[in-house]
Nanobody, 122 residues
Framework: QVQVAESGGGLVQPGGSLRLTCAAS????????IGWFRQAPGKEREGVSC???????KYVDSVKGRFTISRDKDKNTMYLQMNNLKPEDTAVYYC????????????????WGQGTQVTVSS
């Protein structure tokens, strides 16, 4: 069974950048669609970005042009490059495997990690 673990979160100033990493272990995630969702304090979980096994991508409108999702099948790893971060991006970010590749909704995720905190503040 695939286990995933997120890393790379932290505190960054508005306009700054972070790269999140999702490392898989136990089995390959190469045949799965995978992605990121986030949960901000007091808010519902929100799908952020997803990538299919063939490399097709989806983004929530609020991060388009700022975030880039990618995967390295040789390393069994996924990344989320986040640029021009805004305070409203503050949340715990989770990576996970999707049950299917559709519109990257939270309900599409079937398995996820413990999350990594991203805080955007001056």
């Amino acid at each position: 069974q695939v286990q995933v673990a997120e890393s790379g979160g932290g505190l960054v100033q508005p306009g700054g950048s972070l790269r999140l990493t999702c490392a898989a272990s136990g089995a390959t995630m190469n045949h799965y669609a995978i992605g990121w969702f986030r949960q901000a304090p007091g808010k519902e979980r929100e799908g952020v970005s997803c990538i299919s096994d063939s490399g097709s991508t989806k983004y929530v409108d609020s991060v388009k042009g700022r975030f880039t999702i990618s995967r390295d099948k040789d390393k069994n790893t996924m990344y989320l490059q986040m640029n021009n971060l805004k305070p409203e991006d503050t949340a715990v970010y989770y990576c996970g495997l999707l049950l299917f590749f559709a519109d990257c909704s939270v309900g599409d995720f079937g398995h996820w990690g413990q999350g990594t905190q991203v805080t955007v503040s001056s």
